[in-house]
């Protein structure tokens, strides 16, 4: 069946770069997100990428995807404090013929002066 | 202009009560989900409606109802909750055959059985 797994913690400073790290079963051509989770709030769509592409950038956000490994990492340049969160990975499901996300079990990103 | 919205934003009950959690979205989107984040943060699928049909029941307990009235609002409504249906319910959207296929996520109804 489908999973996602992602590493649960990751602590960076102030300032350096966090990548944050996925991996995904489905081998079909799909959209994989990235959801943020701030404390006590919703999911917050950062980026997404498709199947077919390698690599996608925006702004502070950079989204690697190993097609091969079937690996996807979300790199954040400069990290702030506000980047202290939880991020999901997620992987779009058709199974069944319908639409549904599969998503990994977050990893919580600390942020320290 | 809230996109996807829920309420009650948060709900405490006893154990055995029956209740509803209400989602609408303003997106024109044709898809709506409900999904349960439990106590580890975990995220899992329970329903999905597509123009107001049932068309994804991820073997969710028949004490939970979703109920679509119309395209834009999607409600849950649970019976003799349970400990374990202590959680966060999240509703969702997303517009069939859109380019992206993004699914955009309300705030969230934190639920604690008591």
């Known amino acids: 069946g489908e999973d996602v797994e992602q590493s649960l913690f990751l602590s960076v400073r102030e300032g350096d770069s966090s990548v944050i790290n996925c991996t995904y079963t489905d081998s079909s051509y799909t959209y994989l997100y990235w959801y943020k989770q701030e404390p006590g709030a919703g999911l917050q769509l950062l980026t997404y990428?498709?199947?077919?592409?390698d690599m996608k950038q925006d702004q502070r956000l950079t989204v690697l995807l190993n097609k091969k490994d079937k690996h996807l990492s979300l790199r954040i340049a400069d990290t702030q404090t506000g980047d202290s969160a939880i991020y999901f990975c997620a992987e779009r499901s058709t199974s069944g013929g319908y639409n549904k996300l599969i998503f990994g079990a977050g990893t919580r990103l600390a942020v320290h002066p | 202009d809230t996109a996807v919205s829920q309420t009650p934003k948060y709900l405490v009950t006893q154990m055995g009560n029956d209740k509803s959690i209400k989602c609408e979205q303003n997106?024109?989107?044709?898809?709506m989900y409900w999904y349960k984040q439990d106590s580890k943060k975990f995220l899992k699928i329970m329903f999905s409606y597509n123009n107001k049909e049932l068309i994804i029941n991820e073997t969710v307990p028949n004490r939970f109802s979703p109920k679509s009235p119309d395209k834009a609002h999607l409600n849950l409504h649970i019976n003799s909750l349970e400990l374990g249906d202590s959680a966060v319910y999240f509703c969702?959207?997303?517009?069939?055959?859109?380019?992206?296929?993004?699914?955009?996520f309300g705030p969230g109804t934190r639920l604690t059985v008591l």
């Open positions: 990428i498709f199947s077919n592409m």
């Open positions: 997106l024109g989107h044709d898809t």
């Open positions: 969702a959207s997303r517009r069939a055959g859109g380019t992206t296929d993004t699914q955009y």
